[in-house]
């Protein structure tokens, strides 16, 4: 399964606003690909919640972002790399 990024900051920003507005709480992973460490899971009840997780991460680490209401369904999840949100 290909996992797509989105690169623009403006369309993350977009993308996870919209997520917490319409369905919180949403489940984060943090991915760190090629680091051989598993993922990082944590529960956001608001955007402020991830800012502070996102805060604390290094260069190459993958955000999944999902509504724990929608687990099954992957149409709704954002995936992003840090980098990509903080080029404001």
């Not at 991915?31 to 598993?38: C, I, K, L, V, Y």
């Amino acid at each position: 399964m290909s996992t797509s990024f989105l690169s623009d900051t403006n369309a993350v920003l977009t993308a996870v606003g919209k997520l917490f507005e319409e369905k919180p709480p949403v489940l984060v992973e943090v991915r760190f690909p090629r680091m051989g460490t598993s993922s990082d899971w944590f529960l956001c009840e608001n955007a402020t919640a991830l800012d502070a997780i996102l805060d604390r991460l290094g260069p190459g680490a993958e955000i999944h972002l999902r509504s724990v209401w929608d687990l099954k369904s992957s149409s709704g999840t954002v995936v992003f790399r840090p980098e990509a949100r903080r080029e404001q």
